[in-house]
């Protein structure tokens, strides 16, 4: 009786054990992607001007119409990043800031990890969501969306977000959190943007 109460309670702190390691380990990544999610960019890239960064964000290299209206845009800073549309869903890898202000809802928005219904529109959002990575991030400054894992899960999960929310999944501890942003410099940049004579 004795042997086998031991050997439980230590299975039990056995888990714990292993279940708080599993959350640092994840906090430790969430802080460290809230600071990569500024500095991202392709290794092909030049070091200069290509990513986005915290409080000074560069004019985008390139971008793409949404939906087939010109209002909708995808912003790209790399050559890695891509969109791909695909009926009413939008299929995205890389680093982008996508505007929607036009478009039938809800619609999907999807990455290796991340299924995301997009709720509420004008949509400003960033997406950094690399397929060959196991971290994933975004970022909403308006609009509202639903997102959950995109992969078979042991602990499946679904968030609302809202303008100001900051959303973060990893695979390989199969963990995601919902924070609030505190850094609003993509905001910014498309206020300012969006005003240009040649944005219109």
Known sequence: MTQS??????????????ATVAVLLFLLWSSACQNRSKSTASAT???IDTAIK???VPDPNRFQQVFGDSVN???FWDQKSTLRESGKALRMDG????????ASLPFGLRTTLMDIEV???PLLLQVDAFDDEAGQ????FSGALKVKKNYESSFPSLD?????????INKDIDLSEKEHLDDFSIQRWWESYSQLPTFK
């Not at 109460?5 to 292993?18: A, D, Q, Y």
């Not at 991030?137 to 909403?140: A, G, K, N, P, V």
Request: hydrophobic share 45%; aromatic share 8%; with cysteine.
């Open 45 to 47: 890239d030049p070091p």
């Open 5 to 18: 109460w031991i050997t439980t309670l230590c299975s039990t702190l056995k888990l714990r054990v292993n």
């Open 160 to 168: 609302t977000l809202h303008a100001g929310d900051l959303y973060m």
């Open 54 to 56: 915290q409080d000074t």
């Open 73 to 75: 845009r995808a912003f």
């Open 137 to 140: 991030s975004l970022e909403l």
């Open 119 to 121: 709720l509420g529109l």
């Open 95 to 102: 680093l982008s800031v996508l505007y929607i202000e036009k």
